[in-house]
């Protein structure tokens, strides 16, 4: 049962561009919601995370914007370096059993010069 | 230098033998989790534990099983009763119970079935 669905499953962008990667959730009780970065033969590291009562989270080049009412997120990547070139995953948990993250399915970004 | 660390890096399994990963934390974190990755399919969950002597099964438990003997070991083993063990293996731990807290990931084990 995929809890959080995640899209695309790869996205090319330009240097300098923004990278939008997009992420919808089932279970109304979910109330986190972390984004992570992978390099390849690495483990995730978070990047950035967002409650369900604010709207939007900015740290540096990249922002969380969360729709409560469509069950939506997505991580905007600004000025997209080639650095930033990585697997980006979605996840989300909820309140007491283990505090357990559901994943999302994964998005390969390349920043291309 | 805290950290997760996963040994071994590489591993390779001839069928119907039982394998065990390790992994070990110095964070001094309550929780750990085993999560299994596949191209394609994200990270599931095997099994956690939030305390010593004690783990639940995730997602993904049949074929694997663990113990937490110590907080900073949480060591994973591969029976011969998984079909299809190839994959790669993420070891994370996390502080407390809140649920803001970060999980922190190991660097993984990579698992070759022969």
């Known amino acids: 049962q995929q809890q959080v669905k995640q899209s695309p499953q790869s996205l090319i962008v330009q240097k300098g561009g923004i990278s939008i990667i997009n992420c919808a959730y089932e279970n109304t009780a979910f109330d986190y919601f972390p984004w992570y970065q992978q390099f390849p033969g690495k483990g995730p590291a978070l990047l950035i995370a967002?409650?369900?009562?604010?709207s939007e989270k900015k740290e540096g080049r990249f922002t969380i914007s969360f729709n409560k009412s469509a069950k939506q997120f997505s991580l905007h990547i600004m000025d997209s370096q080639p650095g930033d070139s990585a697997t980006y995953f979605c996840a989300a948990s909820m309140t007491g059993g283990g505090n357990k993250l559901t994943f999302g399915t994964g998005t390969q970004l390349k920043v291309e010069l | 230098d805290g950290g997760i660390t996963q040994s071994p890096k590489y591993l390779f399994r001839k069928e119907g033998q039982n394998v065990t990963l390790s992994c070990e934390q110095n964070l001094n974190h309550d929780a750990m989790y085993w999560y299994r990755q596949d191209p394609g399919q994200g990270l599931r969950l095997i099994y956690y534990s939030q305390i010593v002597n004690d783990f639940q099964k995730g997602d993904i438990a049949e074929g694997y099983s663990v113990s937490r003997e110590k907080k900073e070991s949480f060591p994973l083993t591969v029976t011969s009763a998984q079909k299809n063990p190839t994959a790669f293996y993420l070891c994370?731990?996390?502080?407390?119970?809140?649920?803001?807290?970060?999980?922190?990931f190991g660097p993984g084990t990579r698992l070759t079935v022969l």
């Open positions: 967002i409650r369900p009562d604010v």
């Open positions: 994370a731990s996390r502080a407390g119970t809140g649920i803001y807290n970060e999980q922190f």
